[in-house]
């Protein structure tokens, strides 16, 4: 066969010019777009995942990660149906939503436990207050708190070697809020990663280590690990299910949430959705974070149902919402 | 020593420098065999690590939250359509400048400063390309976040590339064919098309492969203009069974890609997602791999027709 140029680049012009010319019909197909945190990412993809087999491909539900000050913003455009958050909507988010006349609904999927570990050879730090936590995090520790004992006098002379995640991520801005009292107040002399697998080995391989992450990151190296527990004035408690629920494990527990588009809302196949989220906890344990209690998804259900728009949280970072505390907001909606 | 060389000397000095040859022969394929170790290393490692993973089902099955159930059908699909979008436009419009700046252009400032552009282009961090592409593609004309615009941001990213393969490929082309067909009275559009182009067709393909092979694996860009993490469906096929039989709705579509992929495995807590890094980074290496052995191939057949 012999190729000419004429061949080849006349079927590739004349394509080329279709695929510009082509008319874009709507898809006719439903779909559904959410974007945003990417530690909600895997709860969002499992119910993504389940629904669209339930649907036998009549929905299509697409996921992205932006992180959720990303997920925001497009959802703030009009970009997508639902947002990822692992924090409360802010205040600029709110104003940039209600500029583009963008209504919402806000509606809490999971909790995550904050896990302060230690490595299995660590054997002094079985708990700590959030005092200590914060003598070893705050700014003013930068270069000088650098061994265990200065944190606390029984604690052995070694060196302390701190992992922690980077300042683009939610749980740094949620874990310096509630230990340091200002979101992004941290020393910067850490290993800090946006790969939860990078901090995971760091501990692992390091005896002297400390680092902290989502409960699903420790959940999945159970093994090679040691969670520490947190003692917030009231004892020492171990992060869990249980613990969490009863709203014991302060201030490290964070609801995520997943906000709606008010007019989306309307659509059947996002309702549907919602409601499928709303009715099958056990997805969020399968990968590995604590699902609410089932009143407090009815209730949820209930406001979605109801239509009631707006966040409970007033657009300022809050830390240690129990789930006792996240239902009674609701109820306040 | 003494001014004339005995012919002692001469040899010695012969035998020596001929063992610096052989020397360097050594040291180069030293070189040579410790770069090609380690990507073969590298390969083996991702071969090993996601060996259990191999297999029809993950070549057929959409990501999943259990490692065990994901596949990668999205993401190669998805890579695919792009490649397509991405060769369908860069060829013409890089083989086009190529030719403009070789055969026609006047060789003044503006054709220099253009040269000179093309050549900082290849330079430019995929990122800033992902950005302008953001602006332009997704928002100012609207294509969104699609398999057109991740193809046209991909197509631009290549096109440096593809205009200086291109014009490799003409250069080589000996100045007396040229000079010939002139003289035959050809024009100089005739000299192009009828001459010069059937002999570099072979080096201006692999160009262009070599353009896609680096396009394959870009992440930036495409999560820049907006790859999606999570997608459980193909988009609609290029072919139809109703009139006009193609329809060009894939390019609208929403896309994940092979890197992307990848990524979000890799950053997951359970590790048994890393198995499946692996496996799907292996065979995105087994498909840049594929194409520049088609390169090599067409490069063989096009050299093998040519008999000047």
């Known amino acids: ?333 | 020593m003494s001014a004339v060389l005995t012919i002692e000397e001469l040899r010695s000095g012969l035998a020596w420098r001929k063992n610096l040859d052989k020397a360097f022969v050594v040291v180069g394929l030293l070189i040579l065999m410790s770069c090609l170790g380690l990507l073969a290393l590298l390969f083996l490692d991702l071969v090993r690590d996601g060996a259990s993973r191999f297999g029809w089902d993950f070549l057929t099955q959409f990501p999943s939250r259990k490692a065990e159930r994901a596949g990668i059908l999205s993401a190669w699909v998805g890579t695919s359509m792009i490649m397509l979008v991405t060769a369908l436009v860069a060829l013409p419009v890089g083989v086009a400048a190529a030719i403009y700046l070789e055969e026609y252009a006047p060789k003044n400032w503006f054709t220099g400063v253009i040269e000179i552009n093309v050549t900082n282009l290849a330079g430019v961090p995929s990122i800033v390309y992902g950005l302008l592409a953001l602006g332009l593609f997704v928002y100012k004309f609207g294509f969104g976040q699609s398999v057109l615009s991740a193809g046209l941001t991909l197509a631009l990213l290549i096109l440096p590339i593809i205009i200086v393969g291109t014009r490799e490929a003409l250069r080589a082309v000996p100045k007396a064919i040229r000079e010939a067909a002139y003289g035959l009275g050809a024009t100089r559009w005739e000299v192009t098309k009828d001459h010069v182009l059937p002999y570099s067709t072979g080096g201006i393909l692999t160009g262009l492969i070599l353009g896609l092979s680096r396009a394959i694996g870009e992440t930036a860009p495409i999560i820049t203009i907006g790859a999606l993490s999570f997608i459980a469906f193909l988009p609609n096929s290029p072919i139809s069974g109703t009139f006009p039989f193609v329809n060009f709705e894939w390019l609208k579509s929403e896309f994940t890609a092979m890197p992307i992929q990848i990524f979000n495995w890799v950053s997951r807590p359970d590790q048994a997602f890393q198995q499946n890094a692996a496996a799907a980074a292996a065979i995105l290496l087994g498909m840049t791999l594929a194409m520049n052995a088609i390169a090599i191939w067409i490069r063989y057949r096009f050299r093998k027709k040519i008999n000047w």
């Open chain 1, 1 to 333: 066969m012999k190729l000419s140029w004429q061949q080849i680049t006349l079927p590739a012009l004349a394509l080329g010019l279709l695929a510009f010319g082509a008319p874009g019909r709507a898809d006719a197909q439903a779909a559904i777009k959410i974007d945003g945190s990417s530690t909600v990412f895997p709860i969002s993809e499992a119910y993504a995942e389940e629904f669209q087999i339930q649907k036998r491909g009549k929905v299509r539900v697409t996921v992205g990660v932006s992180g959720t000050g990303g997920g925001f913003k497009k959802f703030c455009r009009g970009e997508t149906d639902m947002a990822n958050a692992s924090r409360p909507i802010l205040v600029a988010e709110m104003e940039a939503c209600r500029k583009a006349g963008i209504k919402y609904m806000e509606v809490p999927v999971a909790f995550d436990a904050l896990t302060v570990v230690v490595n299995p050879a660590n054997t002094w730090a079985k708990s700590m207050t959030v005092a200590e936590l914060r003598k070893m995090w705050e700014p003013a520790a930068q270069g000088r708190i650098t061994s265990w004992n200065q944190v606390n006098p029984k604690f052995p002379k070694e060196k302390l070697m701190l992992f922690g995640p980077g300042a683009d991520s939610g749980t740094f801005d949620y874990f310096t809020e509630a230990v340091n009292g200002k979101s992004k107040a941290s020393r910067g002399d850490f290993t800090a990663s946006e790969d939860d697998n990078t901090l995971v080995q760091g501990v692992e391989s390091n005896k002297n280590a400390l680092g902290y992450f989502g409960y699903a990151y420790y959940a999945a190296h159970k093994d090679k690990l040691t969670a520490v527990a947190i003692d917030n004035g009231k004892g020492p408690v171990s992060p869990s299910l249980e613990n969490v629920t009863n709203g014991t494990y302060d201030p490290l527990s964070r609801p995520l949430f997943v906000y709606v588009r008010e007019t989306s809302a309307k659509r059947p196949e996002v309702r549907e959705f919602v409601q499928f989220m709303l009715t099958n906890g056990q997805l969020v344990s399968e990968v590995g974070y604590l699902p609410l209690p089932k009143s407090a998804y009815e209730l949820a259900w209930k406001h979605f149902q109801n239509g009631k728009l707006g966040t409970v949280f007033g657009g300022h970072p809050q830390v240690g919402i129990t789930i006792d505390q996240l239902q009674a907001m609701e109820g306040k909606l």
